[in-house]
Nanobody, 120 residues
Framework: QVQLVQSGGGLVQAGGSLRLSCAAS????????MGWFRQAPGKERELVAA????????TYADSVKGRFTISRDNAKNTVYLQMNSLKPEDTAVYYCAAKYGSTSWSGAYWGQGTQVTVSS
């Protein structure tokens, strides 16, 4: 069982930055893959960034490459999403997710979601 608690988000002007955090309550945080998803109104939830297990390699959606950075601090059981050069099209509810090994994200554990709004 994994419980995820998100923080961060809010309202920012285009070009600004925000950092999202996601703290996990789990015995072995270092053994799980972490990801950030987002869902805009009327759109499907999409993967924004992820850190895989066990290599901790990172992957990003094309729309955020070069602007967003995912990182993790295993000592704090926390994953971060640093979002720079934000655009209005980044406006969405952002969710962190956790999964074991190479399982599908469809079976992941989810955070409560946090709203990110980018004004033009």
């Amino acid at each position: 069982q994994v419980q995820l608690v998100q923080s961060g988000g809010g309202l920012v002007q285009a070009g600004g930055s925000l950092r999202l955090s996601c703290a996990a309550s789990v015995r072995t945080f270092s053994n799980i893959a972490m990801g950030w998803f987002r869902q805009a109104p009327g759109k499907e939830r999409e993967l924004v960034a992820a850190i895989t297990w066990p290599t901790y390699s990172t992957t990003y959606a094309d729309s955020v490459k070069g602007r967003f950075t995912i990182s993790r601090d295993n000592a704090k059981n926390t994953v971060y999403l640093q979002m720079n050069s934000l655009k209005p099209e980044d406006t969405a509810v952002y969710y962190c997710a956790a999964k074991y090994g190479s399982t599908s994200w469809s079976g992941a554990y989810w955070g409560q979601g946090t709203q990110v709004t980018v004004s033009s």
